[in-house]
């Protein structure tokens, strides 16, 4: 990571050629750039119908994160919410990767959603890590009405 200083700069940020640069936060004048690296990583035959099924797994866990968040309290090493989800669903099967056209032969120039979609299997998944805390529920009856008040 390379810093410049230059006094009449009052904001650059963007990219240019391999490079994104941006000001630094706190103090001014001075523009931060840094590097992109050109490689790209392209997937192979194995790897696309795992990068299919993490990707659907992500994908409903933004869905569904209120219920996650309740269902997935923070562990010892500070992990909570989705990312526990993700890894758990991931680790019992709940999503794989099956690939459009069996017969057709994996390239990687292609991206995988390209030519994987992924099944999500319902009947596994799993919305809570252990068993939940019962809410405290008490009921009002009034027989007159008909009508039961739950606080």
């Given at each position: 990571m390379?810093?410049?200083l230059e006094p009449?700069?009052?904001?650059k940020s963007?990219?240019?050629g391999?490079?994104?640069f941006w000001t630094h936060p706190t103090k001014s004048g001075i523009i931060v750039a840094r590097a992109v690296s050109a490689r790209t990583?392209?997937?192979d035959a194995e790897r696309k119908p795992h990068a299919v099924a993490f990707g659907s797994i992500g994908h409903l866990s933004r869905k569904m994160i209120k219920a996650i968040r309740?269902?997935?309290p923070p562990n010892i090493i500070r992990e909570k919410g989705a990312t526990l989800f993700i890894r758990i669903n991931l680790k019992n099967g709940v999503a794989e990767g099956i690939q459009n056209d069996?017969?057709?032969p994996v390239s990687k120039n292609k991206k995988a959603s390209e030519e994987f979609h992924a099944e999500i299997h319902f009947d596994r998944l799993l919305v809570a890590n252990g068993e939940l805390e019962g809410p405290d529920v008490t009921v009002a009856i009034d027989k007159e009405?008909?009508?039961l008040t739950f606080t």
């Open positions: 390379s810093k410049e009449a700069a009052t904001g963007g990219r240019r391999n490079e994104i990583i392209k997937l309740l269902g997935f069996p017969d057709a009405s008909r009508m």
